[in-house]
């Protein structure tokens, strides 16, 4: 990163001459509380989206040529690099606007074109029009929720994503053809028409409004129980002795979070809160009518003890009148 000062805001004539004509990139960047104009990239985070993009590509050619083994990997190569570039970033305070930008385009060739692709040469494409519609369905649900993210990034809660995360929703494709493959499944028309309704669902439910948790609020520094970690150990060995079905089961317990979720907050949580509020309303009712009729009782009481005293008063008077 090349650390400039500019005091007029914009580089002069010999700042952008150059052996090629390629303009120079500049941007104005927060550094210790105030805003400053800085020119070039951040070269750390930004290789490892590099990666991410040149890993995408690279799933799209090994799909195309009926390498889908190689196009697996590639594609969870992709997944990883494009994990760690955004943290990179945050750690190293190497964030820009040029970083995010280019982060989404990656993300768009990773797992936006990458797993339309594979899953049409394996098998959509022998549906004919069917086929491509439900390719370029999820290609552009991927582009949609990259676009809707950008736009909320920074509006909504960390803790949770807003629709399934593209690289979730490219394994679960791209990981299915990963798995047929391997078995060397015989592509009918059954299994054309199932992969086709989960790429349409993969990229239906990106751009739905089903809360998938984030994991972004769990601190690495802290303790956790015991269970955890062994869990994390068996999930580890999983992956070793068998990663193509591994990995699938996972993206699929995942997608299915979001609507699972969804139903429990609807049919579960919902009539539970309902029960709370009616019970507060009828405890409420039954407080107000024993506060009204302690009230009634008091007035009732002070109207008695009135009554009483009166008579007693006229007879003192009237002793006091005699005297």
């Given at each position: 990163m090349i650390d400039e000062h500019y005091q007029h805001?914009?580089?002069?004539?010999?700042?952008?001459?150059?052996?090629?004509?390629?303009?120079?990139?500049?941007?104005?960047?927060?550094?210790?509380?105030?805003?400053?104009?800085?020119?070039?990239?951040?070269?750390?985070?930004?290789?490892?989206?590099?990666?991410?993009?040149?890993?995408?590509?690279?799933?799209?050619?090994?799909?195309?040529?009926?390498?889908?083994?190689?196009?697996?990997?590639?594609?969870?190569?992709?997944?990883?690099?494009?994990?760690?570039?955004?943290?990179?970033?945050?750690?190293?305070?190497?964030?820009?606007?040029?970083?995010?930008?280019?982060?989404?385009?990656?993300?768009?060739?990773?797992?936006?074109?990458?797993?339309?692709?594979?899953?049409?040469?394996?098998?959509?494409?022998?549906?004919?029009?069917?086929?491509?519609?439900?390719?370029?369905?999820?290609?552009?649900?991927?582009?949609?929720?990259?676009?809707?993210?950008?736009?909320?990034?920074?509006?909504?809660?960390?803790?949770?994503?807003?629709?399934?995360?593209?690289?979730?929703?490219?394994?679960?494709?791209?990981?299915?053809?990963?798995?047929?493959?391997?078995?060397?499944v015989q592509v009918t028309p059954l299994i054309a028409y199932s992969l086709a309704i989960v790429t349409v669902i993969a990229g239906l439910l990106m751009v739905s409004n089903y809360r998938y948790f984030s994991f972004k609020e769990m601190h690495l520094k802290g303790t956790v129980p015991y269970v955890v970690f062994l869990s994390v150990v068996v999930v580890f060995v999983l992956i070793a002795q068998r990663p193509h079905e591994t990995l699938l089961a996972m993206c699929v317990i995942y997608a299915a979070s979001g609507p699972i979720g969804w139903i429990y907050r609807r049919q579960v949580r919902k009539p539970v809160a309902e029960s709370h509020t009616d019970n507060a309303l009828v405890n409420a009712t039954v407080n107000v009518a024993a506060d009204d009729e302690t009230g009634t009782q008091s007035v009732s009481r002070a109207q008695a003890a009135d009554a009483t005293l009166k008579p007693m008063t006229e007879t003192q008077n009237d002793g006091d009148s005699k005297q």
């Open positions: 805001g914009g580089l002069n004539e010999q700042d952008t001459d150059s052996v090629l004509p390629i303009d120079e990139h500049e941007e104005i960047v927060s550094e210790g509380g105030r805003q400053v104009r800085k020119r070039g990239i951040y070269l750390l985070p930004n290789l490892l989206t590099l990666g991410a993009m040149f890993s995408g590509f690279y799933a799209i050619i090994a799909g195309m040529s009926g390498n889908f083994n190689a196009a697996g990997w590639a594609v969870l190569i992709a997944s990883i690099f494009d994990g760690f570039d955004g943290r990179v970033a945050r750690i190293t305070g190497t964030q820009s606007a040029f970083g995010a930008e280019f982060d989404s385009l990656s993300d768009m060739v990773s797992f936006g074109m990458a797993p339309a692709l594979i899953a049409f040469s394996w098998a959509l494409s022998s549906l004919g029009n069917a086929g491509w519609a439900a390719a370029f369905i999820f290609m552009a649900c991927a582009a949609l929720r990259l676009a809707r993210f950008n736009v909320q990034l920074g509006t909504v809660t960390k803790r949770y994503f807003l629709g399934l995360q593209s690289p979730l929703a490219a394994g679960l494709v791209t990981f299915s053809v990963w798995v047929g493959a391997l078995y060397q």
